[in-house]
């Protein structure tokens, strides 16, 4: 009973979205199309159910406003950026590198590779779960000092992120200080060659 | 004209420029990995631009509603899927590693281990040939 509970709160913000967007599809908010959007979004949740996704942290909207502005901001300069090396002549060079992360929940995780995958300039190639390690290609750095910045700014991301959803738990991961990691050895030894 | 026609237009150009520059990227960049960049920001922006003009054009029809959902779909669907591209490129190595300044991940381990496929013993003619296997040359770009 209590599991079904559980499931069903769970639901909710599902099933608010799915309401949402049918009344959006249909361009006006009526009572009709709030009743048809319910049925047909209990129906669909029903017949094709997802895997529920604990919702562990919580909303700050002063931080969600940080991290929506510095996004926008981003995604104007990372565009203009990469329309530039689309039309100028000659070649680039570009960058793999791995970020160890300090989030150890899905639900941000899945938000901080979405918003890397738009900005700052890099996309995500691969996630380690277990290690919290992120594989991303960068499209353009101009030395070593530029793929370092680069680091900092994915950093600086999950931070926005992590302070902007994140449980109190999380934000506590955050300022941890942190041990050397083997990304940033790697680096140094890159340098030292 | 009034200011708002003068915003919308200028959304609208740019995101069509933007639109421009990112099919430009997606023939003009190297590898797989940089064509998936000119296929998330310059696109992304630009579509939302467009949808940011139409909105202002089109401001208390019923449609807006939609443009806004095409937005929000947007955003969060092109980041995914550039994603699953690039991984799949990168694991069967299609990235042009000369082109790399730092590459801390190394090559990938095989996907595979390397048996006999069952019906071309001599190797899958379906299978792509590593980007940068042990014994192949540097592509040329055309």
Excluded at chain 1, 94 to 108: E, G, K, M, N
Excluded at chain 2, 18 to 45: E, S, W, Y
Aim: aromatic share 4%; proline share 7%; with cysteine.
């Amino acid at each position: 009973m209590t599991a079904r509970v559980t499931r069903l709160r769970q639901q909710v913000p599902l099933l608010v979205w799915l309401v949402l967007v049918w009344n959006m599809l249909w361009g006006t908010f009526s009572w009709a199309n709030l009743l048809s959007g319910l049925l047909i979004a209990v129906v669909a949740t029903t017949l094709l159910p997802l895997p529920s996704v604990p919702a562990s942290g919580r909303f700050r909207p002063v931080a969600a406003l940080r991290f929506l502005g510095r996004f926008l901001a981003d995604l104007l300069v990372s565009s203009a950026e990469v329309s530039w090396l689309a039309i100028r002549p000659g070649q680039h060079r570009s960058a793999i590198i791995t970020v160890q992360l300090r989030t150890d929940s899905d639900l941000l995780l899945t938000v901080i590779a979405e918003a890397l995958s738009l900005v700052p300039g890099s996309l995500v190639l691969d996630l380690d779960r277990e290690e919290q390690v992120l594989a991303l290609h960068l499209v353009q750095v101009r030395d070593l000092a530029h793929v370092e910045r680069q680091r900092a700014n994915v950093l600086g991301m999950e931070d926005r992120v992590v302070r902007a959803f994140g449980s109190a738990e999380d934000i506590a991961r955050l300022d941890r200080p942190d041990t050397d990691t083997p990304e940033t050895q790697g680096t140094e030894r890159l340098s030292q060659l | 004209m009034s200011i708002a026609d003068v915003i919308a237009s200028v959304c609208l150009i740019a995101g069509c420029f933007l639109c421009l520059t990112a099919g430009l990227g997606l023939i003009r960049f190297p590898d797989v990995l940089n064509r998936m960049h000119a296929a998330t920001k310059p696109q992304v922006l630009g579509v939302l631009l467009v949808m940011t003009g139409a909105v202002i054009r089109l401001a208390g029809q019923p449609i807006v509603w939609m443009l806004v959902l095409v937005g929000v779909f947007q955003l969060l669907t092109a980041p995914v899927s550039a994603h699953m591209v690039s991984r799949i490129a990168y694991r069967r190595r299609h990235v042009r590693r000369d082109l790399l300044l730092v590459d801390e991940l190394g090559k990938p381990a095989d996907p595979l281990p390397s048996r006999p496929h069952p019906e071309h013993p001599e190797g899958d003619p379906d299978v792509d040939e590593p980007a940068d296997g042990p014994d192949a040359t540097p592509r040329t770009t055309s």
